[in-house]
C-alpha cells in the first residue's frame, strides 16, 4: 500500500472514532438527578390477639392518622369495615377490637428512594411475630412512583 492510502485511512479512522466519542454536546453536563417525589407508601398491618402496643408505633400511628384509608375490625361476631370517608381508625379501637387489617396510604414529596425504603423498613420493624398462641401482628409496606 502506498504511503497516501496509509495516510487517508489513518485520517478516516481518526475523523470516526471522534465522532463517536463519548463526550457529545447532545449529553447534559450534569448527571440525571435523583428522583424525590411524589411517592405512594401503601401501608398494611394485619393482627390478631395481639398489636405493637410501643411509644414508638404509637407515635406513628398518631402522625399517619391523616393517611389512614381503610379497616377491617373483628370482635368475636362483630365485625366493622370502613373507609377514611365513612370514619377514621383510633388507637383505643384496638382495645375492642381483637382481629384487625389496617390500611393507609401516604403521598409523599422530597425524598429520596432510600428515605423511603428507610421509613418501610422502620414500619415493618414493628412486626410481631407468630407467638404460641397464634397471635400476631404484622406490618408490611411497598410503593411506588407517582409521576
Given at each position: 500500500m502506498n504511503k497516501a492510502v496509509i495516510y487517508f485511512l489513518a485520517l478516516f479512522l481518526l475523523a470516526i472514532t471522534t465522532a463517536c466519542g463519548s463526550s457529545s454536546s447532545d449529553e447534559p453536563d450534569n448527571p440525571e438527578q435523583e428522583y424525590t417525589g411524589p411517592w405512594e407508601i401503601v401501608y398494611y398491618?394485619?393482627?390478631?390477639?395481639?398489636?405493637?402496643?410501643?411509644q414508638e408505633f404509637q407515635k406513628w400511628f398518631d402522625a399517619h392518622y391523616k393517611w389512614f384509608d381503610s379497616a377491617k375490625?373483628?370482635?368475636?361476631?362483630?365485625?366493622?369495615?370502613?373507609?377514611s370517608q365513612d370514619d377514621y381508625i383510633i388507637w383505643d379501637d384496638y382495645k375492642e377490637w381483637?382481629?384487625?387489617?389496617?390500611?393507609?396510604?401516604?403521598?409523599l414529596n422530597g425524598a429520596k428512594e432510600d428515605e423511603v425504603k428507610?421509613?418501610?423498613?422502620d414500619f415493618e420493624s414493628y412486626?410481631?411475630?407468630?407467638?404460641?398462641?397464634?397471635?400476631?401482628?404484622?406490618?408490611?409496606?411497598?410503593?411506588?412512583?407517582l409521576k
Amino acid at each position: 500500500m502506498n504511503k497516501a492510502v496509509i495516510y487517508f485511512l489513518a485520517l478516516f479512522l481518526l475523523a470516526i472514532t471522534t465522532a463517536c466519542g463519548s463526550s457529545s454536546s447532545d449529553e447534559p453536563d450534569n448527571p440525571e438527578q435523583e428522583y424525590t417525589g411524589p411517592w405512594e407508601i401503601v401501608y398494611y398491618e394485619s393482627y390478631y390477639g395481639i398489636h405493637n402496643e410501643t411509644q414508638e408505633f404509637q407515635k406513628w400511628f398518631d402522625a399517619h392518622y391523616k393517611w389512614f384509608d381503610s379497616a377491617k375490625l373483628v370482635n368475636g361476631d362483630k365485625t366493622w369495615i370502613f373507609t377514611s370517608q365513612d370514619d377514621y381508625i383510633i388507637w383505643d379501637d384496638y382495645k375492642e377490637w381483637k382481629k384487625g387489617e389496617i390500611c393507609w396510604v401516604e403521598e409523599l414529596n422530597g425524598a429520596k428512594e432510600d428515605e423511603v425504603k428507610k421509613m418501610i423498613k422502620d414500619f415493618e420493624s414493628y412486626s410481631i411475630p407468630l407467638n404460641d398462641k397464634l397471635y400476631f401482628d404484622k406490618f408490611e409496606a411497598s410503593y411506588k412512583k407517582l409521576k
